[in-house]
């Protein structure tokens, strides 16, 4: 359902900063995918995230989603296929508006938005009961402002919002990467939650090898901006973190480069 | 008994300078955008206003028209900024600074046109203070014009194009990540806010007798004095939206009465500008110094952020 095809991006082009970030990438996501990123730093797997995503425009290559031809649809537009959740758990969330308000907003997700109030009493209700998905207290709190919940909490909250209106592709940039182990481990059983029971095809970065092996139906492995490894059902379903270590080798020419990927 | 003589006059034009506060809150505190338009739409709003009226329009007409050329400013501020990626405050400058000679092409090329409360049936003036029905008075005219722009902007920002606003102004990323187009809510911000100014702006060339094609300079400091003064003095009682934008009024009106006092006190006139920009300046370092001297540390629990 969504379809890379031969996408090139590279930053600051023409300076001594110039970085090609994406250099010729394939992907393609059957229905219902739940697919694992890994990849060291600047392997591109944010890159890949933004480009989906339209933060900015690919300098080649095309985007479609459901066979719609994306490639130069702006970022706001994009976000009706979209559900987002970002490494930082202030990206996902409006601080200064109300938990409730949070939720109208990313349930007029890729709606046309009129003069039609921004929430109603039924909404109220219905936000209540998704909230208690997250077993985190939240629906006794729908009118609290949202800056003044945990970064697990928050993040906690954009994933419940990013599935609220239900996406065509949900897109996880290490969302767990800022949360302590625990509130991590809690956040990432909840994605598994709601990716199963509304089946959302699913692209999720992430640094933990052990996380990327035992989440997901397929695992994809990103190398200088493009990918190196692909693998799908039983196979991945015997993958050891040693193994990735080895093809994570193989590919970055011997030397084992980075110290994020977490071993543990 | 001086002071006394003058405190409603600056309850009135506390009052007059409480919508144009209510403007700036948008852009300042809403949009988290600085937008120094106004000090040129304060200007342009009083202009078409009295110039509408001179050409035998009625006061509401004139009114709305000054609302729809604040409007037209905002939308030039928010094309810079959006489409030409203008910085907020260097787009609101150079358009504030094009409505300079824009103001005086409305003025007929004169740098002010007055406009007599006898001859014309004037909605505020500085005459109506005192000695009038209690509906003519400019104090309880301008009050009621809060209460009714208090209501529409509660509401409006309730809406999904108001929220949707709002989310605007407090994450950009979020914000389009939710599929809200942030250039045009920007671009809507702007325009609002500065049709709000401008209209303030044609009470003010009415309560004042004229328009003047200096009448907005400073206009963003007394706008920001009163969103400031408000939120310091009322800050604390409710976070309700209608009550944030009464604070702004109150503030405007705060800011007037202290001005009469220090005037009365034996301030030159001249030094006023001064006092505005330094009290403003002390109200916006409050929040900022208070935090790096003052805050006492607090000790945090929990394992440390990877």
Redesign the interface.
């Known amino acids: 359902m969504l379809d890379l095809h031969n996408i090139y991006k590279t930053f600051n082009a023409g300076t001594v900063n110039e970085k090609t970030a994406l250099n010729g990438l394939n992907l393609h996501l059957n229905e219902g995918d739940f697919v694992t990123v890994i990849g060291g730093n600047g392997a591109g797997k944010s890159t890949m995230l933004n480009a989906v ?1 339209g933060t900015w425009f690919v300098d080649e290559g095309t985007i479609t989603i459901d066979d719609i031809d994306v490639t130069k649809l ?4 994009r ?2 296929y ?1 559900g ?1 959740v ?1 490494q930082d758990p ?8 109300q938990i409730e ?1 949070n939720m ?3 349930a ?4 046309v ?7 109603t009493a039924k909404e109220r209700e219905f936000y209540r009961e998704q909230l208690k998905i997250l077993g985190l207290g939240l629906e006794d709190r729908l009118t609290s402002k949202v800056g003044l919940l945990s ?1 697990g909490q928050r993040q906690a909250l954009t994933l419940l ?1 990013a599935t609220l209106k239900k996406p065509r592709l949900l897109l996880l940039d290490e969302h767990t ?2 949360l ?2 625990k509130t991590a481990a809690k956040v990432l059983e909840t994605t598994d939650k709601i990716v199963n029971s509304e089946h959302l095809t699913t692209l999720m970065i992430t640094h933990n090898m052990r996380d990327a092996i035992a989440h997901g139906n397929r695992l994809i492995m990103m190398n200088a901006g493009h990918v190196i490894y692909d693998v799908a059902g039983e196979e991945k379903k015997h993958l050891t973190v040693q193994d990735l270590l080895a093809k994570f080798e193989e590919a970055a020419g011997g030397e084992l480069a980075n110290d994020r990927m977490i071993l543990s | 008994m001086t002071l006394f003589n003058a405190l409603p006059g600056a309850c009135a034009q506390g009052l007059i300078w409480g919508i144009m506060a209510i403007g700036v809150y948008i852009t300042y505190k809403i949009l988290d955008l600085a937008d120094l338009t106004v000090d040129g739409t304060m200007c342009t709003g009083g202009a078409v206003c009295i110039i509408f009226m001179l050409n035998g329009h009625s006061v509401g007409v004139s009114l709305f028209a000054a609302f729809i050329a604040g409007m037209l400013a905002g939308l030039v501020t928010g094309i810079f900024h959006t489409a030409m990626g203008i910085p907020a405050i260097l787009a609101g400058i150079l358009t504030q600074l094009g409505l300079y000679s824009i103001n005086l092409r409305i003025m007929g090329g004169k740098a002010n046109q007055a406009i007599s409360v006898d001859k014309y049936d004037l909605l505020v003036s500085l005459r109506y203070v005192k000695g009038v029905a209690f509906y003519k008075n400019t104090i309880f005219v301008a009050a009621l014009i809060i209460v009714i722009l208090i209501a529409i902007l509660y509401w ?1 920002f ?7 606003i ?2 605007t ?3 950009q ?10 250039d045009f809510t920007k671009i809507l911000g702007l325009m609002l806010s500065n049709g709000i100014v401008a209209f303030a702006s044609g009470l003010y060339a009415q309560y004042q007798g004229f328009a003047d094609v200096n009448a907005g300079r400073g206009a963003i400091v007394i706008g920001l004095a009163a969103v400031i003064i408000g939120e310091v003095v009322f800050g604390k009682i409710s976070q309700n939206f209608g009550f944030k934008l009464f604070s702004v009024a109150f503030g405007a009106i705060i800011y007037y009465l202290v001005l009469q006092i220090v005037l009365w006190m034996g301030l030159n006139s001249n030094d006023l500008k001064l006092l505005s920009a330094l009290v403003v300046a002390v109200f916006l370092a409050i929040p900022y110094m208070k935090g790096k001297y003052f805050s006492k540390p607090v000790k945090r629990g ?2 440390p ?2």
């Open positions: 995503a702006p970022e706001h537009k976000a009706k979209l987002r970002f202030m990206t996902g969330t409006a601080a200064t508006m308000e109208a907003l990313a007029r997700r890729g709606m938005r009129s003069l039609r109030k921004g929430i970064g919002m990467a800022a302590d182990p | 409006f309730g809406t999904e194009i108001g929220c949707s709002r989310a102004g407090s994450n990323n979020m914000s389009r990540a939710q599929g809200i187009d942030t929990g394992a952020r990877a």
